[in-house]
């Protein structure tokens, strides 16, 4: 055991010269909004989008690595609209992203956090949808509420990571969730009382591209709900608050790889916080 330490211990040190790369891209973008009625319009955009490829080193390996740039062509319908005197606003974009060469961190090693390094994934897409809701009821109440939904996938696997990626074709990105929902209610008084209570959802991801079932996939992270509050007074210039954040104390794994002992290890969502808070503006 000591041998691997030390031996991993000098790779993770290891120096290499400074190496420069150097990539250019030609960025096109194209849009067009039509004014349905006064507060409502319509608008679609064409867009290329670039990042720039780079180089790394591999701390376990003691080697120098590099990576292509990622393109994408990106797709997008969007709805901006204002109803009942402009007490209600509802917005909804659809969009569709066309990847390629995707630039993703994996570990070559099994729960090895230092044998990583990014590659580029192929080719891969992602689609999805976005409403956000917006009203006030009274002078005195404003509610709001989000929601989104995403499809995620890798359509082919770069032939250069030979069997390291035979399973990727298929799978989802990672940390990539199908669901989230936001939504909340704020309350405030002319004398500067206040009140807001909101709550979040996040449906199950998983955590690696690599490692996922082909049939009937569980995912490596659950989803999970959380709920804050926020109450207090609010004045010109001076605020004090008590914070509630997870109020149900809602503890779910965010992070989790299983070690060399065979022990599941990783992080978790933060416990439930209550605190004071003084805020100033000037």
């Known amino acids: 055991m000591n041998a691997l330490l030390v031996a991993t211990a000098a790779n993770a040190t290891s120096v290499q010269p400074v190496r420069t790369v150097t990539y250019q891209a030609w960025l096109p973008k194209a849009g067009v909004t039509y004014g349905v009625a006064r507060d409502v319009s319509l608008s679609a955009t064409a867009q290329r989008g ?64 230092f044998d990583t390094q990014v590659i580029n994934a192929g080719k891969s897409r992602l689609y999805g949808a976005e409403l956000e809701l917006s009203g006030r009821p009274t002078r005195r109440l404003n509610l709001y509420m989000g929601g989104g939904y995403s499809s995620t996938k890798f359509e082919d696997s770069p032939s250069s990571a030979g069997q390291l990626f ?76 008590l914070i509630a954040s997870n109020i149900f104390d809602v503890v779910k794994p965010t992070q989790s790889f299983v070690d060399f002992d065979g ?20």
């Open 50 to 113: 670039y990042r720039a490829g780079g180089s790394g080193f591999n701390q376990q390996r003691g080697q120098h690595f590099e990576y292509n740039p990622e393109y994408t062509w990106n797709y997008e319908l969007a709805l901006r609209s204002q109803w009942f005197d402009r007490r209600l606003t509802v917005n909804a974009n659809v969009y569709y992203i066309d990847w390629r060469d995707q630039q993703v961190s994996v570990q070559l090693t099994p729960g090895s956090v």
């Open 166 to 241: 035979q399973f990727v074709p298929g799978n989802q990105f990672a940390n990539a969730p199908h669901w989230t929902v936001s939504g909340g209610a704020t309350w405030q008084h002319p004398t500067g009382l206040f009140a807001n209570v909101n709550a979040n959802y996040r449906s199950g991801y998983f955590q690696d591209i690599v490692d996922q079932p082909a049939i009937a996939p569980a995912r490596d992270i659950e989803g999970r709900t959380l709920v804050n509050a926020k109450v207090g007074w609010q004045g010109r210039h001076f605020g004090a608050f």
């Open 263 to 282: 022990r599941t290890r990783g992080a978790v969502s933060d416990p439930r916080i209550l605190g004071l808070s003084f805020e100033g503006r000037f």
